[in-house]
């Protein structure tokens, strides 16, 4: 285990290499300067080329993307991740702030999206056929097919607007100080995003679930006399569950990755947030420094899967 794990660690360290040099290329092909969205039109328009050139060299932003992306790098093994181009303050502040609150709205969404998939998608493969098992399925296909803002707008709608069971948006008030007393903030923007979400992980359950009921060892403990529910959860519940973990394993990087959407509708302070306006903005520390936290998520979620998915089914060995 620890061999596998240490080998999995190291081929990270390319991976990363080669995602980050292909981000900050694909951010140099973006239109647009980090300039010209610093400043207005009237005020660019009187600055002479040799001024602009001054503004550009102070940003870093001269010299082929290149050498910018290994200076950025050297930058980054010495500690440094730099200063927001568009609002001067240091990116790592900018991360504390909005990491805490992006990995709560996704664990939350996670947590809603894991528990109701999972319970639909086996109560529709245990009642394969019936008419709940048809609606379920009717269920999962729209879940899919609803885009997350459109989703999101119609309970703003509903539940902030009409009824007004909830706030609109953002975080919390500056009136309230504990947690619970701002949980209703959360409640929105997650269920959207859970129930987004719960379509899949009920699809990829409901599969695994008739695939595992259809093996062996679920007709032999049925011919040892085994009460029907013990076959299901014991049996057939447990090995079912591993297509999900991976499922689940790769949802949560991204979901922090994917909030930009959730974070825009419900004016949630995520990195998500302010990912989508760095790249607007062209803020080469910003998207890069965010860019490396989602690479990273992504590629140690896929070995702590690996690790999750031995754990639970014997058969699945590292080695191999």
Do not use: C
């Amino acid at each position: 285990m620890l061999k596998y794990t240490i080998k999995k660690i190291l081929s990270m360290i390319p991976m990363i290499l080669i995602i980050t040099f292909i981000i900050y290329g694909l951010l140099e092909l973006t239109p647009g300067d980090p300039i010209s969205y610093l400043m207005d039109p009237e005020s660019l328009a009187r600055l002479s080329d040799a001024q602009i050139e001054e503004m550009r060299e102070a940003y870093g932003l001269n010299g082929p993307f290149v050498v910018r992306y290994f200076n950025w790098l050297f930058r980054l093994l010495q500690g440094d991740f730099g200063y927001s181009i568009s609002s001067g303050v240091p990116v790592i502040d900018i991360i504390k702030t909005g990491l805490p609150a992006t990995l709560e709205l996704a664990v939350a969404s996670l947590i809603i999206s894991t528990i109701l998939g999972s319970i639909l998608g086996v109560v529709s493969a245990i009642y394969k056929g019936t008419i709940g098992d048809n609606v379920l399925t009717v269920f999962g296909m729209i879940g899919v097919s609803i885009p997350q803002f459109f989703f999101g707008i119609v309970a703003i709608l509903v539940f902030a607007l009409n009824l007004e069971w909830l706030p609109v948006g953002g975080r919390t008030d500056p009136s309230v100080t504990g947690f619970f007393d701002r949980l209703e903030y959360i409640v929105l923007p997650s269920l959207v995003m859970g129930l987004s979400m719960t379509a899949g992980v009920m699809r990829y359950a409901r599969s695994s679930m008739l695939d595992t009921m259809n093996k062996e060892y679920i007709k032999t403990a049925r011919s040892k006399g085994l009460a029907e529910w013990r076959v299901n959860l014991l049996h057939g519940f447990r090995v079912s569950l591993t297509p999900v973990v991976v499922l689940i394993g790769f949802r949560l990087p991204t979901l922090v990755a994917g909030s930009v959407v959730i974070e825009t509708v419900f004016q949630w302070p995520g990195i998500g947030n302010a990912f989508s306006t760095a790249v607007r903005a062209q803020n080469y520390n910003l998207v890069m420094m965010l860019a490396l936290i989602f690479v990273v998520m992504t590629l140690f979620a896929s070995t702590l899967v690996d690790i999750v998915t031995a754990a639970i089914d014997p058969r699945v060995k590292l080695e191999n």
